[in-house]
């Protein structure tokens, strides 16, 4: 449901919002508000008013600026703002989740920079914080690529020099590229391509700096994000502006060149990085052994809270040969580096046999693990089921892990798998997708989900062959479960026999199970019923989102 890098409140997780309560009638405006929705018609009025009135109402007219989408007023008054700190979650809410999306009508992504352009000696801003909004990818660039350059003074913009401390503070002569071609060529001409205007500089007072805070930025090695990144994060002692970002996410795409090297290019953004801010590292779809080759760059950011290793060709097998040794020692190496780590996917890798001994590297409890998709046995279930995290998880993903395997004793028993399933009391989200689950033990996990998943808000059985009878006796022992609030589940013999099933989301079948629920006094859960082809091309999608 939820992915490594997000940050969950499991405590106060909400999953049917149709059980909310009803909003309350909206209170007559304050006298506060008035008088800033009055300013916002002139914008000079709100210009004079920014400057003189007490700095706590700076946000309620700037909330007002963006309800009555006033973009003068609004770009005026960032351009005075008399607070240290502009954070636009404080002060926006939730109330205007896609007010930095493409498409908005308000732009307010380019009111925002033209209030940071023409910052006046009134503005008082030396944090800029964009968290916990989607950006918009164009602008999200553009804050990189020229919003720490933009505070340079002209005197300052020297390519051939910055590009000299860049190399030397990612330390690129370690990393063995080509420094003469990157430092004489590549990053100077980028440097020169991103000289700005002094008119259109950022102005920043002498001895003052501006940290402008983002939640995730994603690099690939089909575009050169990766180098602006690197030319902004290394020149932050330099550059009076300068951008901290809160998770990296690195992917592969494929390529006609050298596979090995284009892969290896986008993680040059962890050379030089600040280790301290960087919370949560997201690698997907890495080429054959790329991944041992940043194991020790990675390692350096022992502050990580969310790790995501999601379809990273990990290769690893239990025994004491040589090779097999390195690589687990190579993963253990990692893992235990991360000692703050509470969030792991690790699926889509080949890890039989050796999960218990990644799971014994880590230093904290997992609050979320995803092995989905993992090539896993039994053995590996059971070191799970008995170790430190069993007990601390919140949210668990075992989709897809009863897997065809042409070695029979190599293959983890769907019964099995349930029997487990007792084994993490507080677990909240529990998805068991797509792994072959028998009619035969659905009467003992009915036990189990009453008896042992008494926490359970949501459980995903999705892509699952199961009769109806069955589904019915889960349902009623979800019921049974005070917390829980989201259930999914396929009603389907196969495929084949799709086209042929009258089939509606809102209509007759689903209508059965809901009627079975509130049989048990139950109408604030969501019944989520899904086609099994549906279940698998979501699974698809996912993998590779």
Not at 196 to 209: A, T
């Given at each position: 449901m939820?992915?490594a890098?997000?940050?969950v409140?499991?405590?106060?997780?909400v999953?049917n919002h149709n059980?909310?309560?009803?909003?309350e009638?909206?209170?007559?405006?304050?006298?506060v508000?008035l008088?800033?929705?009055?300013?916002n018609?002139n914008?000079s009025n709100?210009?004079?008013?920014i400057k003189?009135?007490?700095?706590h109402l700076?946000?309620?007219?700037l909330?007002a600026?963006?309800?009555?989408?006033e973009s003068?007023?609004?770009s005026?008054v960032?351009s005075?703002w008399?607070l240290k700190?502009?954070c636009?979650?404080?002060?926006?809410?939730?109330?205007?989740?896609?007010i930095f999306?493409?498409?908005?009508?308000?732009y307010?992504d380019?009111?925002?920079?033209?209030?940071i352009?023409?910052?006046?000696?009134?503005c008082?801003?030396?944090?800029?914080?964009?968290?916990?909004?989607k950006?918009?990818?164009t602008?999200?660039?553009l804050?990189i690529?020229?919003?720490?350059?933009?505070?340079?003074?002209?005197?300052?913009?020297?390519?051939?020099?910055l590009?000299?401390?860049?190399a030397?503070?990612a330390?690129?002569?370690?990393?063995?590229v080509a420094?003469?071609?990157?430092t004489?060529e590549?990053?100077?001409r980028l440097?020169?391509?991103?000289a700005?205007?002094?008119?259109?500089?950022?102005?920043?007072?002498?001895?003052?700096?501006m940290?402008?805070?983002?939640?995730?930025?994603?690099?690939?090695?089909?575009?050169?994000?990766?180098?602006?990144?690197?030319?902004?994060n290394?020149l932050?002692?330099i550059?009076?502006?300068?951008?901290s970002?809160?998770n990296?996410?690195?992917?592969?795409?494929?390529?006609l060149?050298?596979?090995i090297?284009?892969?290896?290019?986008?993680?040059?953004?962890l050379?030089?990085h600040?280790?301290?801010?960087?919370e949560?590292?997201s690698l997907?779809q890495?080429?054959d052994?790329?991944?041992?080759m940043?194991?020790s760059?990675?390692?350096?950011f022992?502050?990580?809270?969310?790790?995501?290793l999601?379809?990273?060709?990990i290769y690893?097998?239990?025994g004491?040969?040589?090779?097999r040794?390195?690589?687990?020692?190579?993963?253990?190496?990692?893992l235990?580096?991360?000692?703050?780590?509470?969030r792991?996917?690790?699926?889509?890798?080949?890890?039989l046999g050796?999960?218990?001994?990644?799971l014994?590297?880590?230093?904290?409890?997992l609050?979320?693990?995803?092995v989905?998709g993992c090539?896993?046995?039994?053995?590996?279930?059971t070191a799970l089921a008995?170790s430190?995290?069993?007990k601390?998880?919140?949210?668990?993903?075992?989709?897809k892990v009863?897997q065809?395997?042409i070695y029979?004793?190599?293959?983890?028993s769907?019964?099995y798998?349930?029997?487990?399933?007792?084994?993490?009391?507080n677990?909240n989200?529990?998805n068991?997708?797509q792994?072959?689950?028998?009619?035969?033990?659905?009467s003992?996990?009915?036990?189990?989900?009453?008896q042992n998943?008494?926490?359970?808000?949501?459980?995903?059985?999705?892509?699952n062959?199961?009769?109806?009878n069955?589904?019915?006796?889960?349902t009623r022992?979800?019921?049974?479960l005070k917390?829980?609030?989201?259930?999914?589940f396929?009603?389907?013999?196969?495929?084949?026999?799709?086209p042929?099933?009258?089939?509606?989301?809102?209509?007759?079948?689903?209508?059965k199970f809901c009627d079975?629920l509130?049989s048990v006094?139950?109408?604030?859960?969501?019944?989520?019923l899904v086609?099994l082809?549906?279940?698998?091309?979501?699974?698809?999608l996912?993998?590779m989102?």
């Open positions: 939820f992915k890098l997000d940050k409140n499991y405590d106060n997780l999953l059980t909310t309560k009803a909003k009638p909206p209170k007559p405006d304050s006298l508000n008088s800033c929705y009055a300013l018609k914008p709100a210009e004079r008013a003189t009135i007490p700095t700076a946000p309620c007219v909330r600026a963006v309800e009555k989408k003068e007023t609004a005026v960032l005075n008399p700190d502009l636009f979650k404080e002060i926006l809410g939730s109330d205007h989740p896609d999306q493409q498409g908005n009508s308000f307010f380019l009111i925002v920079f033209r209030g352009r023409n910052r006046t000696k009134y008082k801003i030396t944090t800029v914080d964009f968290r916990g909004f950006l918009n990818p602008f999200c660039q804050v690529q020229m919003w720490p350059l933009m505070s340079l003074k002209k005197s300052q913009i020297k390519p051939k020099y590009a000299k401390v860049i030397k503070t330390g690129l002569n370690y990393l063995g420094v003469s071609q990157l004489d590549v990053l100077p440097l020169f391509d991103r700005i205007e002094p008119r259109y500089r950022i102005n920043i007072p002498r001895g003052e700096r940290v402008v805070k983002l939640d995730s930025i994603q690099f690939t090695n089909s575009n050169t994000l990766f180098l602006d990144y690197l030319i902004c290394c932050r002692s550059t009076p502006v300068y951008v970002v809160s990296i996410y690195i992917r592969s795409d494929p390529s060149g050298d596979a090297a284009e892969s290896l290019a986008p993680f040059i953004v050379r030089g600040d280790m301290e801010y960087l949560g590292i997907k890495l080429e052994g790329i991944f041992f940043v194991c760059d990675i390692q350096k022992s502050h990580l809270r969310a790790l995501d999601q379809d990273c060709n690893l097998q239990e004491r040969t040589r090779s040794t390195s690589g687990r020692l190579q993963m253990v190496s990692t235990s580096s991360f000692v703050h780590l509470t792991l996917d690790l699926g889509f890798n080949y890890l050796c999960l218990g001994e990644l014994d590297a880590l230093k904290t409890p609050e979320y693990l995803s989905r090539d896993l046995n039994e053995d590996d279930l008995e430190k995290h069993a601390h998880l919140r949210e668990l993903n075992l989709s009863c065809f395997s029979e004793n190599d293959r983890i769907p019964v798998l349930l029997r487990i399933t007792k084994h993490f009391p677990v989200i529990f068991l997708t792994n072959h689950l028998p009619d035969a033990c659905i003992e996990f009915c036990t189990i989900l009453t998943l008494t926490k359970l808000k949501a459980l995903d059985i999705s892509g062959i199961l009769t109806e069955n589904l019915l006796d889960i022992s979800v019921g049974k917390t829980m609030q989201w259930f999914r396929t009603c389907a013999s196969n495929l084949l026999e799709e042929f099933i009258p089939f509606d989301n809102s209509g007759e079948m689903k209508k079975t509130a006094g139950r109408h604030d859960i969501k019944v989520d086609k082809s549906y279940a698998i091309f979501v699974d698809l996912d993998v989102d």
